[in-house]
């Protein structure tokens, strides 16, 4: 979250959580109040900080670098350098990383997939799945369901905001349907 400090091992360096750029990012900083760099930037928000790996000099996060509509866990070099995206598979990957940093679980999903959980070498390599849920996606396969259609629809100000439709499967153009709006 914005604001929160993680003190690093070598007692003059702290890692903190802002969106003074305008997005959620985070910046190193000495622990005399000293800037040092901001270690994540873009067009894009870190919405987890797992934190830092001291030996290996690198921090991991969450982000939203792909779409607002995916979240993918990177790992970015605390001395400054490109992120490397360490889930793949489109959609939401909620992680949980090791203490000591060599593996995660990644708890995964989209808009056609059920929460499926495996374990990871923190490359991103997969070691095991430790919930595949098949039976469930069986069952939803079943039913056949129509895919949701993302898109933006442009708010008062012209802002985009992020929607879907989801239509019947035998959708007939010409005919009228009701219509039913959920926002959060």
């Not at 001395?79 to 959609?91: D, E, I, N, R």
């Not at 059920?114 to 070498?121: A, H, S, Y």
């Not at 993302?150 to 035998?170: E, H, Q, S």
Request: aromatic share 10%.
């Amino acid at each position: 979250s914005t604001g929160t400090i993680t003190y690093l091992q070598d007692g003059q360096h702290f890692v903190w959580r802002s969106d003074r750029d305008g997005y959620g990012h985070l910046y190193l900083y000495r622990n005399d109040g000293t800037p040092v760099r901001q270690v994540t930037t873009g067009d894009y928000d870190v919405t987890d900080f797992h934190g830092v790996d001291e030996a290996a000099g690198m921090v991991y996060v969450t982000t939203t670098a792909v779409s607002p509509r995916e979240r993918h866990l990177y790992r970015v070099p605390l001395a400054g350098g490109a992120p490397v995206q360490l889930t793949q598979a489109p959609g939401w990957h909620a992680v949980d990383i090791s203490r000591d940093f060599s593996t995660f679980t990644d708890t995964y999903s989209n808009q056609t997939t059920p929460p499926v959980t495996t374990l990871n070498r923190i490359d991103g390599t997969q070691i095991s799945v430790l919930e595949d849920n098949e039976a469930l996606i069986e069952r939803l396969a079943a039913y056949d369901l129509p895919t949701p259609e993302f898109m933006d629809v442009p708010g008062a100000d012209d802002t985009p905001l992020a929607a879907y439709l989801i239509k019947p499967r035998d959708f007939d153009p010409t005919r009228e349907y009701p219509l039913l709006i959920h926002t959060y």
